[in-house]
């Protein structure tokens, strides 16, 4: 059964930093593609970066510059380095991973708040 689990959000002042980690487990295919969605309350799911074998990476407008999206293929890890972070990006951030067999997973969410 695949599982993916994110760590690493909590409370940050804002112009803070957060690294966020994402561990995927429990597949037989190796990862084609990643990304990092957040949702703030009351808002929809909206997409922060991605990350695709042997492509490059993208990033929403809001957090080129400060965010850096990154993976260990060996360790089946993906990460999100969030540098500079505002009050307005408080929000869940979840783990999305994609494998080669075409599917896709969700993360759990973790929690990121960002006090002013």
């Known amino acids: 059964q695949v599982q993916l689990v994110e760590s690493g959000g909590g409370l940050v002042q804002a112009g803070g930093s957060l690294r966020l980690s994402c561990a995927a487990s429990?597949?037989?295919?190796?990862?084609?593609?990643a990304g990092w969605y957040r949702q703030a309350p009351g808002k929809q799911r909206e997409l922060v970066a991605t990350?695709?074998?042997?492509?490059?990476?993208n990033y929403a407008g809001s957090v080129k510059g400060r965010f850096t999206i990154s993976r260990d293929n060996a360790k089946n890890m993906v990460y999100l380095q969030m540098n500079n972070l505002k009050p307005e990006e408080a929000a869940v951030y979840y783990c999305?991973?994609?494998?080669?067999?075409?599917?896709?997973?969700w993360g759990q969410g973790t929690q990121v708040t960002v006090s002013s």
């Open positions: 429990g597949s037989g295919f190796s990862i084609s593609g």
């Open positions: 990350i695709v074998t042997n492509g490059p990476r």
């Open positions: 999305n991973v994609m494998y080669y067999s075409g599917t896709t997973y």
